[in-house]
């Protein structure tokens, strides 16, 4: 028998050891070989296995405190349950109940 293990894993971790090498607002102080040694640690077959690499540039402390109008919880609340429905009713007949098991071979287990 042979089971299958979802890959619903995010990672993160910073460009080099500094953590400012590309930010756009302060200087990273690192050298090119401490950059390297630093990427060289994640093992390539581990790299092999993201499918997705996306650089993603800091926010501003400043940004992300703002008092600025954004969705209420409410309103997050009311899309969740209305896209939980078309989820549903999308899959019904296949009694799938989160995007992860669509395309998931019939008799498939996850421990």
Not at 73 to 101: D, H, N, Y
């Amino acid at each position: 028998m042979l089971d299958a293990y979802p890959a619903g894993v995010q990672f993160s971790t910073y460009p080099c050891p500094c953590g400012f090498y590309g930010d756009s607002r302060k200087e990273c102080r690192c050298t090119p070989r401490q950059i390297q040694n630093y990427i060289g640690k994640i093992s390539g077959p581990l790299l092999d296995r993201i499918d997705i690499h996306i650089d993603v540039p800091a926010i501003a402390y400043k940004e992300l405190s703002s008092k600025s109008e954004g969705t209420s919880s409410g309103q997050m609340k009311q899309s969740v349950i209305k896209a939980r429905r078309i989820q549903a009713e999308r899959f019904k007949t296949e009694k799938i109940l989160a995007p992860l098991e669509i395309g998931r071979p019939k008799g498939t287990t996850y421990l």
